[in-house]
């Protein structure tokens, strides 16, 4: 039965405690850090988590996965492990290679024990303390890799019965992860099959904060059928903000067997106050969630509803995700870009037409908004003239042999190093003045210079 958020009534947070009471630390060099409510990363740079779930330990095959997701603009991939306590062990040497692919990606890697699910409802669940356990025994896997791994200790670590211990649990199993010798940031799931309808990592969360001797812990709300209001996901979110403690929706969906989350407001909320979060998940659901998936059999160039929503759809990855500074990538939208970039950084735009387009015609102009060792990511915005039209097709001649290797929201046709870009069935229409805009992935190599883009109008 769905147990709605509200039921819990009003009560008074322990998470009024801010965050500066236990004192701020110093970011990190070695690795992520947590200070103010917010993520940094390795260099000092805020971080907000972009990205999906990836059931790894069920599929272990599946390595094009990392790929893929990068591909389509993820900045972070949870990865799913298992202790072998209920599955198959995920052993040292799995563990290295999943944070080799997610480093070769440019992904930030969350790693969380998946055995842990459930735990006092679900028949063979295990203890936070058996999942240090398993942390403790990749030590040596982990040692060096704080700047690109988050350590989530276990997923969704309690049902709906035997929870009341949940701070204390998660308390001792941080204060062993650190006196192990693990100095990562540590990501903390909800109760309540991770949506914590009861509040109880809501109320408790300063104090498990606190027990941190690293003041370095992350904590994740799993969003389902319980968030199915924008007003219950911003009291829930807002809460932790108010209190200057970090939160991330560590999972959630577009529907669900036990309510139908509102999936708008959790991205709408989320880019407005800097909030991280995860979707649910790449592919391979099963037992009635299947619609979960967000490409179907890990095919990225068939995504589904919910992976196009996720990807392509506002607020969602393709918009809003900012590569970790630690690979060199686009710094998050809070670091200024540079006066003068690079010279080998493309300018932003092309530059603007000396004249006004005819009437009822259009211009278009070509960005990057991203870019790493062989590839980019492009933008082109089409605009009206001074009267409506209704379609567009915009093209251009690369001059150093890029490729477009994947393209959204137009009909793109490559012939050599000439692009071809018409329009959608709903984005052709534009009112006068009114712009439509498509994105691409690319490869370089040597020269990345901007061509410059033509656009005609029916």
């Given at each position: 039965m769905k147990i709605r958020l509200s039921a819990a009534g009003a009560t008074v947070l322990a998470l009024l405690v801010t965050v500066l009471a236990f004192g701020q630390p110093a970011h990190a060099a070695a690795g992520f850090s947590v200070a103010g409510g917010k993520l940094y990363d390795a260099n000092g740079a805020e971080f907000i988590m972009r990205g999906v779930n990836h059931a790894h330990t069920w599929y272990p095959q599946q390595t094009s996965s990392f790929v893929d997701v990068k591909a389509l603009g993820a900045n972070t991939v949870r990865v799913v492990l298992s202790s072998g306590d209920r599955w198959t062990r995920n052993t040292n040497a799995d563990v290295a290679n999943v944070i080799s692919l997610c480093k070769a990606n440019r992904l930030i890697c969350v790693l969380e024990v998946h055995d842990t699910t459930g735990y006092g409802e679900q028949s063979g669940a295990?203890?936070?303390?058996?999942?240090?356990?398993?942390?403790?025994?990749?030590?040596?896997?982990?040692?060096?890799?704080?700047?690109?791994?988050?350590?989530?200790?276990?997923?969704?670590?309690?049902?709906?019965?035997?929870?009341?211990?949940?701070?204390?649990?998660?308390?001792?199993?941080?204060?062993?992860?650190?006196?192990?010798?693990?100095?990562?940031?540590?990501?903390?799931?909800?109760?309540?099959?991770?949506?914590?309808?009861?509040?109880?990592?809501?109320?408790?969360?300063?104090?498990?904060?606190?027990?941190?001797?690293?003041?370095?812990?992350?904590?994740?709300?799993?969003?389902?059928?319980?968030?199915?209001?924008?007003?219950?996901?911003?009291?829930?979110?807002?809460?932790?903000?108010?209190?200057?403690?970090?939160?991330?929706?560590?999972?959630?969906?577009?529907?669900?067997?036990?309510?139908?989350?509102?999936?708008?407001?959790?991205?709408?909320?989320?880019?407005?106050?800097?909030?991280?979060?995860?979707?649910?998940?790449?592919?391979?659901?099963?037992?009635?969630?299947?619609?979960?998936?967000?490409?179907?059999?890990?095919?990225?160039?068939?995504?589904?509803?919910?992976?196009?929503?996720?990807?392509?759809?506002?607020?969602?990855?393709?918009?809003?995700?900012?590569?970790?500074?630690?690979?060199?990538?686009?710094?998050?939208?809070?670091?200024?870009?540079?006066?003068?970039?690079?010279?080998?950084?493309?300018?932003?735009?092309?530059?603007?037409?000396?004249?006004?387009?005819?009437?009822?015609?259009?211009?278009?102009?070509?960005?990057?908004?991203?870019?790493?060792?062989?590839?980019?990511?492009?933008?082109?915005?089409?605009?009206?003239?001074?009267?409506?039209?209704t379609g567009w097709t915009a093209g251009w001649t690369f001059a150093n042999g890029q490729r477009v290797t994947q393209s959204w929201n137009v009909a793109l046709t490559s012939s050599g190093t000439t692009v071809s870009a018409r329009n959608t069935d709903y984005n052709g229409r534009l009112a006068a003045g009114a712009s439509a805009s498509f994105g691409f992935l690319g490869s370089w190599t040597g020269t990345n210079s901007l061509p410059v883009v033509s656009c005609t109008a029916s």
């Open positions: 295990i203890t936070l303390d058996r999942a240090v356990d398993y942390w403790l025994s990749l030590a040596d896997v982990l040692a060096g890799q704080e700047r690109y791994v988050i350590v989530n200790i276990g997923n969704e670590p309690y049902g709906n019965q035997n929870y009341a211990s949940w701070a204390t649990d998660n308390a001792n199993a941080i204060k062993r992860l650190r006196a192990g010798g693990l100095t990562h940031t540590i990501m903390v799931d909800a109760p309540n099959w991770g949506q914590d309808w009861s509040f109880t990592m809501r109320d408790n969360a300063a104090s498990v904060f606190a027990a941190d001797p690293a003041r370095n812990t992350v904590f994740s709300i799993h969003m389902y059928g319980v968030f199915d209001t924008a007003a219950e996901i911003s009291d829930y979110l807002g809460r932790f903000r108010t209190a200057g403690l970090p939160i991330v929706v560590g999972e959630f969906g577009f529907n669900h067997s036990d309510g139908n989350p509102d999936e708008d407001a959790i991205l709408a909320y989320s880019q407005a106050n800097g909030i991280g979060w995860l979707g649910w998940s790449w592919s391979g659901n099963g037992g009635g969630v299947e619609y979960l998936d967000l490409a179907t059999n890990f095919n990225p160039a068939s995504l589904t509803d919910w992976g196009q929503r996720l990807f392509n759809g506002v607020n969602g990855i393709r918009q809003t995700a900012r590569e970790a500074s630690v690979f060199g990538g686009t710094p998050p939208p809070t670091t200024p870009p540079p006066t003068t970039p690079p010279p080998t950084t493309p300018p932003p735009t092309t530059p603007p037409p000396t004249t006004p387009p005819p009437n009822g015609g259009c211009t278009a102009t070509y960005t990057v908004t991203n870019q790493w060792q062989g590839g980019f990511q492009g933008e082109v915005r089409v605009t009206a003239g001074t009267r409506a039209i």
